[in-house]
């Protein structure tokens, strides 16, 4: 059974910062892409962050770029989104996503973020 589950979402004022995580099981994470997408209120899920299978090729949107950070660690099965410089259009639920070897796409249940003073 495969699950994907994220935490470390929460509120923030801006200009702070959160780290997400995504525990994977049921699939052989290591030779999984991995990425983040986020969904505002009203608007269409759009990718953040990406990472190949061992962590050699990672895009940002260039919305985020040099402000959050992607990485895995494939022998604890979890990749991460270090957030920073949060501004309050940051706020999304953000969810994880895993592409198999064999191109399957997984999906967690997401986690909120909120950018607020």
């Known amino acids: 059974q495969v699950q994907l589950v994220e935490s470390g979402g929460g509120l923030v004022q801006p200009g702070g910062s959160l780290r997400l995580s995504c525990a994977a099981s049921?699939?052989?994470?290591?030779?999984?892409?991995m990425s983040w997408y986020r969904q505002a209120p009203g608007k269409e899920r759009e990718l953040v962050a990406a990472?190949?299978?061992?962590?050699?090729?990672?895009n940002y949107a260039d919305s985020v770029k040099g402000r959050f950070t992607i990485s895995r660690d494939n022998a604890k099965k979890t990749v991460y989104l270090q957030m920073n410089s949060l501004k309050p259009e940051d706020t999304a639920v953000y969810y994880c996503?895993?592409?198999?070897?064999?191109?399957?796409?997984?999906w967690g249940q997401g986690t909120q973020v909120t950018v607020a003073s």
């Open positions: 996503k895993a592409q198999t070897w064999t191109s399957r796409n997984y």
């Open positions: 990472i190949s299978s061992a962590g050699g090729s990672i």
């Open positions: 049921g699939f052989t994470f290591s030779s999984s892409a």
